[in-house]
């Protein structure tokens, strides 16, 4: 079986399959998760400190140099880091970051690969980093498994071994020393378990390993075992009530210093990370019982944004798959006026990229942005049946259930999107937000580019034409006349709602003219619109 090079698309895949394995075995390492504090997110906080790594780095395309695909995940991780597990992730990625970069240097052409050698380093500058960040090595926690892995790798590689037998020997030294930390730290030989933090580093490693090799390394499931019987009674400890992370900008190494003696005050599980761009950006983590506190401690040395303020004392009850949100809509959309439009309504917004069609890849990455255990996508006529499929396949493989609204246009998106109701059940919702969809009659109107005999008769260059169904069925002297005529059609078998969507360079006028046409020719019928500043077919128009 031959091995892939560690170039930059392989890093990018890499990252991809990592956050998939993450998904798998987020309730595993949730379920371990007793230590600095037992409140189950540690695979959580994982997973989503990798996708947003994942999303930088995948946002690449085309990428040849290795350093700036490590770079990028460095970035998406340091930005998107939750919780303690996630500055140390974002720490680790790092690591790999400033290696690959100073070895491009070297170079100076840029990096393609990164060999054995360059992933032991990485691996060795990864401890000195975490350890930095964190403030010191307790024996027994992923600080452990990852100076374990990359002693591991160092031997290897010095003993000439290629990468991927490289990455083999440091994912299984990491699973050894992840057996060891039962007995290196009292509250994981109470609980009977091994180390989260370690479960989720050994998680990756085997990730880079399947990504490499194409061969996923066989782990036993690690679940709690009964705690020694001359244990004693199980102790219990006072857990700080919050834990507070946030962004620190403009501070230099001696308030850096001040911020850490000032946060270890407050309360424990101190982690202050530097970013990877030398810009002097920082992420900030820590559990106390005065969240302001830590906040004010911040802003007395720097600038702080993204405040993020999470209770612990809720049992760190996470909603079905690790996913932030029961459910979400989302819509694919064209325009700028579009997108406020649908996100104004509650919907995670795709919105069209120039005139490229909507790929499978652009969907399963808006679908894992909405982070939501179940997705009803609403294509709106902007996406492919068989792109559609592809995405939601590769989506319910990450595990997210997903239910496509067929929606051929952004007024049959919008009929659907007001009937959405989470609190019903996955197919309950669906099926309604279908059939609100499906009775949303609509149309559209463009302007002839030529002379041609069309259905409704002969049209020239600057008509309006009223089309349903694909067939021009009016044909009108301008963008209102064919808009009036296509309305009047729509609204012969009935309806109480007319909605038209204006695109990019139509004139306001237009939208003015329909709303005096439908207020005089159909009493009682309200007609709404927006400018969306969509592309293509200057108007779209539905009714219900």
């Known amino acids: 079986m031959s091995a892939r090079l560690l170039d930059a698309f392989t890093l990018q895949k890499w990252s991809h399959t990592a956050v998939g394995d993450l998904i798998t075995h987020t309730d595993e390492i949730n379920r371990l998760n007793v230590f600095p504090v037992a409140d189950a997110d540690t695979g959580t906080n994982m997973l989503f400190t990798m996708r947003s790594a994942w999303a930088q780095a995948d946002a690449l395309a085309g990428a040849r140099d290795v350093a700036e695909v490590a770079a990028a995940l460095a970035r998406g991780a340091i930005h998107g880091a ?95 020393s992840l057996e060891r ?12 378990v091994v180390d ?35 244990s004693g009674a199980a102790r219990v400890v006072a857990a700080p009530q919050f834990e507070v992370m946030y962004l620190l900008s403009g501070c230099d190494r001696a308030g850096v210093e001040k911020l850490r003696s000032d946060l270890d005050a407050l309360g424990d599980s101190v982690a ?27 802003l007395a040395v720097g600038a702080t944004s993204r405040i993020q303020i999470t209770a612990l004392t809720g049992g760190g009850a996470r909603p079905v798959g690790s996913w932030s949100r029961g459910r979400a809509v989302l819509a694919v959309v064209d325009g700028q006026g579009a997108e406020e439009l649908f996100a104004a309504e509650g919907a995670h917004v795709l919105r069209l990229e120039d005139d490229a069609p909507v790929r499978a890849k652009q969907l399963l990455h808006a679908l894992v942005n909405a982070d939501a255990g179940q997705a009803m996508i609403l294509p709106n006529g902007y996406v492919a049946a068989e792109e559609l499929v592809a995405g939601c396949t590769a989506a319910m493989g990450w595990g997210v259930d997903v239910v496509p609204v067929p929606t051929a246009s952004m007024v049959q998106g919008l009929a659907a999107l007001a009937v959405h109701d989470d609190s019903r059940q996955a197919v309950d919702d669906g099926y309604t937000m279908a059939r609100a969809a499906a009775g949303a009659r609509h149309g559209s109107v463009r ?98």
């Open 82 to 176: 939750r919780g303690n597990s996630g500055v140390i992730l974002s720490q680790i990625l790092r690591a790999l970051a400033e290696v690959t970069a100073e070895a491009a240097a070297d170079l100076r052409g840029g990096l393609d690969r990164v060999d054995g050698p360059l992933f032991a380093a990485a691996l060795r500058h990864a401890v000195v980093l975490v350890i930095r960040a964190m403030g010191e090595a307790v024996p027994g926690t992923i600080v452990t498994v990852l100076q374990d892995a990359a002693e591991a790798a160092e031997q290897a590689s010095t003993d000439g071994a290629e990468l991927p037998d490289v990455v083999g020997k440091a994912a299984d030294a990491a699973a050894q």
């Open 181 to 192: 930390t039962t007995g290196q730290l009292d509250v994981l030989a109470r609980a009977g």
């Open 196 to 230: 989260a933090g370690g479960r989720g580093l050994l998680v990756l490693l085997d990730a880079m390993s399947t990504t490499l090799t194409d061969s996923a390394p066989r782990r036993p499931e690690y679940v709690s075992a009964p705690p020694p019987s001359d």
């Open 272 to 298: 202050i990370a530097a970013s990877s761009d030398g810009g002097g950006h920082y992420s900030v983590h820590v559990h106390a019982d005065d969240a302001g506190a830590a906040v004010e401690a911040g």
């Open 447 to 544: 302007i002839a580019t030529e002379e041609a005999l069309t259905w409704a008769g002969m049209c020239k260059p600057g008509d309006g034409l009223g089309i349903s169904g694909d067939e021009v069925l009016i044909v009108g002297d301008d963008l209102s006349a064919a808009g009036a005529g296509l309305i009047d059609l729509l609204l012969a078998a009935g309806g109480e709602l007319v909605t038209v969507l204006t695109g990019a360079g139509v004139d306001e006028g237009v939208a003015a003219a329909l709303s005096e046409h439908v207020h005089d020719r159909h009493l009682g019928i309200e007609l709404v619109t927006y400018h969306t500043g969509h592309r293509g077919d200057a108007l779209l128009i539905g009714v219900e």
